[in-house]
Structures are given as C-alpha cells and as structure tokens.
C-alpha cells in the first residue's frame, strides 16, 4: 500500500513545486480590509497617550492601570497636548506616525474666537478618515429601548468640518461645505467592509440630499455603486432629518449607518443618548495608516470642573474604546477580557458614576474592573 501511494506523493510535491503552480496560487488574492487596519504582529506595542483636558487625565488614568493590572502587552508614550494650543506639537505627530495607534482622552475645544479644532488638526494630519461610533445597550443599564446596536461610520475629513469660512463683507460670512467623489466612495467602502467583516445585514446612508442635491447627491451617488459591489448586504438611505425622528422612535431599526461628517456627528450622540449616554459608547478614528481611539459619542463632559473636583469621571467609555484599541493591535483576548470585565461591573451596578445611576469615584470603578479581571 505505501509503495503504491509513493508515485502519487511524488506528483503532488512536483506540483506543488512546480511555476504553473506557483502562478495559479498566486492569482488568488487575500483580503486586505480588516475590522480595522491593524499593524503589528503580535509584539507588545507602543502606544502614544495624549490625556488632554479636564477628565481626560482621570480616564486615561484609568486605562493605564486597568492595561497594568491585566498585563496588556501594550505600553504608553505620554504627550501633553490641551485644546487651547494653536497646533498639534510635530512631536506628537511624529510619535502617532511611528506607533500608528494612538489614545486619546478629550480636547476642549474653544467656542468661536477663531481657534481651530486639534481634534480636527489630528484628523487631517493623520488623514483619519472614517469615525466609527458603536451606540449598544449595555446590561444592567436601563434605556428606554431594547435591541439597540447602532453602528455610526462618518466620513471625517471634509463636509462642513473643512474649516473653510471667511467674512465676505462685515456681518457676512460663506461656510464652505466641500463633499468630494474620493472621499464618499472611501467612505463607503469602509462601512460595507466593516458591515461584510462583521457580519452586519444592513448599510443605511444618511442625506439631505432633497435640499442639496448636489453635494449630498454626490455623496448618495458614491453609497450607491459601492453598494452593487455588496449585494449580500441590504442597503437604503434616509433624509437626515426623519434619520433623528426615527433614531428615538425606532432604533432598532438600524445597523450600520455611513454618514457625511456634520449629519454622523449629530446621529451619534442622538444614537447615543438613546442606548445609555456617552460615557458608555466606545469609538475610534481610523484611516489607513493610523488609528485614534477616544470617548465614542460627544466629549461634552471633558471641561465638567465638578467631575475634575470629585474625580467622579466616568472611565467606561474609554475603557471600551481600549478594547477597541486592543482589538486592531491583534490582541482580541486582551480585548474580550477587558470588555466582559467592565460589562460586569456594570451589570452588578455597585461601582457605578453618577450619570450611571450610582456614586462612585473614578477610582472605585477601576478597582471593581481589576477586581473582576483577577
């Protein structure tokens, strides 16, 4: 029997072996979207930690503690960067260029004045094109609806966030909104790969494009070719304003939704407060090189002087942000273990934030989180 079977072996390494064979394989092309783009190989990681302002320095307290205690094969470099500088420091940027990831706790961002946005300096700098905020009931945290697992993919670089503005003549100003082919199919293609990648069953794209016709009409137009390359996914669109009538109606009607970047930041937090608030709402800024991970839904709370003063700071946000950040690094254990110990904590409802329902200090619900991951 073994001397019958030794030609047959002998083909197949020939043909394995073999240019013809080579080729063929070779045609056959992998993949190459991921959840999210994820570099390294698996080595514990640098990782470029920007607290910020306010709570920021309390959460992300929290974070280096909790990836501490679980012995996350990550580690920090730590920048001081707060909102009312005039620019991003080139260090900070040469740091996140380096590692490719990077946390970030909140900005404050002046109201008017002409200062610009670091948040949105990071975003273009990085060419962080695509905001993904995931909106989800959380157990042991009661909303109004049920089944509610929303989400957000927004498109971050350009729409009425371009920064494009200036005074026409004295008490009249032109804001520029700029919506380009590019950057509409870019989008789109990252919400149908993360709907294909994530087993998620439907794309909804949000417009106004009944008034603008041409900006968002180009944006729907892009939605739409990409969504022929998708045909297992279901795909509709929706007029921006009945989108936040139907979000505190209806929820659970929706999945993934693409939006241009002024529509997905309002549709966030809408989505956000209805599935239990944004100190609960996990999020990441992603393009194709780099990653920033940050509090999901409005860092409304980040300037909250009494929050600082009491250190009563809500850390879960950013702690489910870390999965995330976990998550893209190749590291999903580190990322499931982290995610079951804060829902748990959450669940027992023991050590929780005021905005939770409960009393607790920021401190008190990271030892509840190490205690758990022990």
Known sequence: M??????????????????SSTSRSSSFTKRNVTYMP?????????VTLIPGDGIGPLVTGAVEQIMEAMHAPVYF?????????????????DSIRKNKVCLKGGLATPVGGGVSSLNMQLRTELDLFASLVNCFNVPGLPTRHENVDIVVIRENTEGEYSGLEHEVVPGVV???????????ERIAKYAFEYAYLNNRKKVTAV????????????????CREVATRYPGIKYNEIIVDNCCMQLVSKPEQFDVM??????????????AGIAGGTGVMPGGNVGA??????????AGNVGNDNLVEQKKANPVALLLSSAMMLRHLQFPSFADRLETAVKRVILEGKHVT?????????????????????
């Open 174 to 184: 032109e804001s520029l909104k700029v919506i380009t082919k590019f950057c509409s």
């Open 2 to 19: 073994a001397r019958r079977n030794l030609p047959l072996l002998q083909h197949l390494l020939r043909s394995r072996s073999s240019p």
């Open 207 to 222: 417009h106004k494009a009944n008034i603008m016709k041409l900006a968002d009409g180009l944006f729907l137009e892009s």
């Open 38 to 46: 994820r570099p390294g190989d698996g080595a514990p990681r640098a």
């Open 258 to 271: 693409v939006t241009p970047n002024l529509y997905g930041n309002l549709v966030a937090n809408t989505a």
């Open 77 to 93: 470099e730590r920048y001081e960067v707060h909102g009312n500088m005039s620019r991003v420091p080139p260090e900070v940027i």
């Open 354 to 374: 005021k905005d939770l329902g409960g009393d607790s200090t920021t401190q008190e619900v990271v030892d509840a989180v190490i205690a758990v991951l022990e």
């Open 289 to 298: 090189e780099h990653a920033v991970f940050e509090q999901g839904a409005s």
